[in-house]
């Protein structure tokens, strides 16, 4: 039987920067992917897709087993113990293929797109295959070494990508994107036993590893897929598959950040939770929640103040509609992030109810204001529901959090204070950049200056608050220690980390 292994928290950075670098490297691949196919494909097309995707998102989650998350947690790991959550994974993959092609018919009927049944029974295979990816992998994770990981991923992007495109272009048809959602998968599946083979025995011997996290997190899946996927149920009802389409992929794009970033880094973090805590919970909450907003809300912030020309770059001008509904998602994003990492100290004490509990209040609230909206004024009302179940469960997150990881309302609001007025005044000075009549030669230079703009603001922004405070040990610590050592590796040396104002942080 392997044991937990010891992990530094230098070890938790370096398997961030990998697991982020993967994810940045398989969304730049999706990013290509999608600069062609928006070319080559319309909403429609899009719009379509996301119908059959949406149930399989749905079922998909509602039957969410946390192997993974089981096994990095796990004291030790046996080959007994991944043979049970093979056979798990692959129950949980027949379940899911059988459900949905029983329910593709239905579905077609009540959107009345006979192309569904094809379309949701093909597309089904995806989540079958990343089920059965081997669970062996789990072996790197909790070692902290996340490059088989990479490569596992990376490739399984770039054979869809070549796939998609190449369907795109010769039949300009959304069996493209159909190509590549299931082709990643596929691909992962194959080379994940190439990197961490294992001997294939159905067996359920080892169920209780795995039970104790199945019955709330089913319940809380059931309820998150609701609370993500109610909007793309009821819209098509009201709205046409070419407005529907608008507004999925302007979700899509949205939802780039947390998958790039922000998801990717939860596994290093609940491998260095669990294998040992230096701080309490609620400082180590507040330290993890504040990282959260500090490093992704300028990036919604940025990209709702450059929706135009961003939307006009990676989309091409015949989606320029949907610049308004990009702007508000990446708003309610930001809304979203306090509280976002409540989910890992919940799964590290085994919690989940907890869990469950805040994304029922979601939803309670959610569908009352989805159904209202959505028939009175369509894709406006969606948007208006998201902001109010969004500000009601962040604050039942803060009230939780506050109950089991003794993390008080006030300190939680307390890390947020400071990135906020920073993105405020990073926005303005962008803003003011990318109005000046200084940039004839195109979009990107405006892109890029703004951008440049924005990251210079907020970053000394960020820097001068935190400074002004008394340099209270939050994630700005780490952070400007890390650029404390980086100008020492430059060669300014004691110079350097003096005029970065982080001497003792170097240490």
Same mark, same amino acid.
């Given at each position: 039987?392997?044991?937990?292994?010891?992990?530094?928290?230098?070890?938790?950075?370096?398997?961030?920067?990998?697991?982020?670098?993967?994810?940045?490297?398989?969304?730049?691949?999706?990013?290509?992917?999608?600069?062609?196919?928006?070319? #080559?494909?319309?909403? &429609?097309?899009?719009?379509?897709? *996301?119908? $059959?995707?949406?149930?399989?998102?749905? @079922?998909?989650?509602?039957?969410?087993?946390?192997?993974?998350?089981?096994?990095?947690?796990?004291?030790?790991?046996?080959?007994?113990?991944?043979?049970? $959550?093979?056979?798990?994974?692959?129950?949980?993959?027949?379940?899911?293929?059988?459900?949905?092609?029983?329910?593709?018919?239905?579905?077609?009927?009540?959107?009345?797109?006979?192309?569904? =049944?094809?379309?949701? #029974?093909?597309?089904?295979?995806?989540?079958?295959?990343?089920?059965?990816?081997?669970?062996?992998?789990?072996?790197?994770?909790?070692?902290?070494?996340?490059?088989?990981?990479?490569?596992?991923?990376?490739?399984?992007?770039?054979?869809?990508?070549? $796939?998609?495109?190449?369907?795109?272009?010769?039949?300009?048809?959304?069996?493209?994107?159909?190509?590549?959602?299931?082709?990643?998968?596929?691909?992962?599946?194959?080379?994940?036993?190439?990197?961490?083979?294992?001997?294939?025995?159905?067996?359920?011997?080892?169920?209780?590893?795995?039970?104790?996290?199945?019955?709330?997190?089913?319940?809380?899946?059931?309820?998150?897929?609701?609370?993500?996927?109610?909007?793309?149920?009821?819209?098509?009802?009201?709205?046409?598959?070419?407005?529907?389409?608008?507004?999925?992929?302007?979700?899509?794009?949205?939802?780039?950040?947390?998958?790039?970033?922000?998801?990717?880094?939860?596994?290093?973090?609940?491998?260095?939770?669990? $294998?040992?805590?230096?701080?309490?919970?609620?400082?180590?909450?507040?330290? =993890?929640?504040?990282?959260?907003?500090?490093?992704?809300?300028?990036?919604?912030?940025?990209?709702? #103040?450059?929706?135009?020309?961003?939307?006009?770059?990676?989309?091409?001008?015949?989606?320029?509609?949907?610049?308004?509904?990009?702007?508000?998602?990446?708003?309610?994003?930001?809304?979203?992030?306090?509280?976002?990492?409540?989910?890992?100290? &919940?799964?590290?004490?085994?919690?989940?109810?907890? @869990?469950?509990?805040?994304?029922?209040?979601?939803?309670?609230?959610?569908?009352?204001?989805?159904?209202?909206?959505?028939?009175?004024?369509?894709?406006?009302?969606?948007?208006?529901?998201?902001?109010?179940?969004?500000?009601?469960?962040?604050?039942?997150?803060?009230?939780?959090?506050?109950?089991?990881?003794?993390?008080?309302?006030?300190?939680?609001?307390?890390?947020?204070?400071?990135?906020?007025?920073?993105?405020?005044? *990073?926005?303005?000075?962008?803003?003011?950049?990318?109005?000046?009549?200084?940039?004839?030669?195109?979009?990107?230079?405006?892109?890029? *200056?703004?951008?440049?703009?924005?990251?210079?603001?907020?970053?000394? *922004?960020?820097? #001068?608050?935190?400074?002004?405070?008394?340099?209270?040990?939050?994630?700005?610590?780490?952070?400007?220690?890390?650029?404390?050592?980086?100008?020492?590796?430059?060669?300014?040396?004691?110079?350097?980390?003096?005029?970065?104002?982080?001497?003792?942080?170097?240490?």
């Amino acid at each position: 039987m392997t044991e937990t292994p010891h992990i530094r928290p230098g070890q938790t950075i370096k398997a961030g920067f990998w697991v982020i670098g993967s994810k940045l490297a398989s969304k730049l691949v999706d990013f290509a992917s999608l600069l062609v196919l928006a070319r #080559c494909l319309g909403p &429609a097309d899009f719009g379509l897709v *996301a119908m $059959a995707m949406t149930t399989i998102f749905i @079922v998909e989650a509602i039957f969410e087993l946390p192997l993974s998350a089981a096994l990095i947690r796990s004291v030790g790991i046996s080959d007994e113990i991944l043979q049970t $959550a093979f056979t798990l994974g692959l129950l949980r993959g027949l379940t899911i293929g059988t459900l949905l092609a029983a329910i593709s018919w239905p579905i077609a009927l009540l959107y009345g797109e006979p192309q569904l =049944v094809g379309l949701i #029974c093909v597309l089904a295979l995806a989540p079958v295959m990343r089920g059965l990816i081997s669970p062996r992998m789990v072996m790197f994770a909790r070692a902290m070494n996340f490059r088989p990981e990479v490569m596992m991923e990376v490739s399984g992007k770039v054979v869809a990508a070549i $796939a998609a495109i190449a369907i795109a272009v010769s039949t300009a048809s959304y069996w493209a994107l159909v190509a590549a959602t299931v082709l990643g998968p596929m691909v992962m599946m194959v080379a994940s036993y190439g990197m961490a083979p294992m001997r294939i025995r159905l067996t359920l011997k080892n169920w209780r590893v795995f039970s104790d996290l199945v019955g709330w997190n089913m319940l809380s899946q059931l309820i998150s897929s609701m609370n993500w996927q109610l909007d793309r149920m009821i819209l098509p009802r009201f709205v046409a598959a070419h407005s529907f389409g608008q507004y999925t992929i302007s979700s899509d794009l949205v939802s780039i950040p947390f998958q790039a970033l922000l998801y990717p880094l939860t596994r290093p973090l609940l491998a260095m939770l669990a $294998a040992g805590r230096q701080d309490s919970l609620g400082d180590a909450y507040l330290k =993890v929640s504040g990282g959260v907003f500090l490093l992704m809300s300028p990036i919604f912030a940025f990209m709702a #103040c450059m929706a135009g020309p961003l939307v006009g770059l990676i989309l091409g001008e015949k989606w320029a509609d949907i610049t308004p509904v990009f702007q508000a998602l990446c708003l309610i994003a930001i809304l979203r992030l306090p509280g976002s990492a409540m989910w890992i100290f &919940a799964l590290l004490l085994n919690r989940l109810k907890s @869990v469950t509990i805040r994304l029922m209040v979601e939803l309670l609230a959610y569908v009352p204001l989805a159904l209202v909206g959505i028939a009175l004024w369509g894709i406006a009302g969606a948007i208006a529901a998201k902001v109010g179940a969004t500000m009601i469960a962040t604050v039942t997150s803060m009230v939780l959090i506050r109950d089991f990881a003794g993390a008080r309302i006030v300190d939680q609001l307390g890390v947020l204070y400071r990135p906020v007025i920073s993105n405020g005044l *990073a926005v303005m000075s962008a803003y003011y950049v990318a109005q000046a009549q200084l940039f004839e030669a195109g979009v990107i230079v405006k892109l890029l *200056a703004s951008g440049g703009v924005f990251l210079t603001v907020y970053l000394g *922004a960020v820097y #001068c608050l935190w400074a002004l405070v008394g340099r209270p040990g939050s994630f700005e610590t780490l952070a400007f220690r890390m650029a404390a050592r980086s100008v020492s590796t430059v060669g300014m040396g004691a110079w350097g980390r003096k005029w970065i104002g982080a001497r003792s942080l170097s240490k």
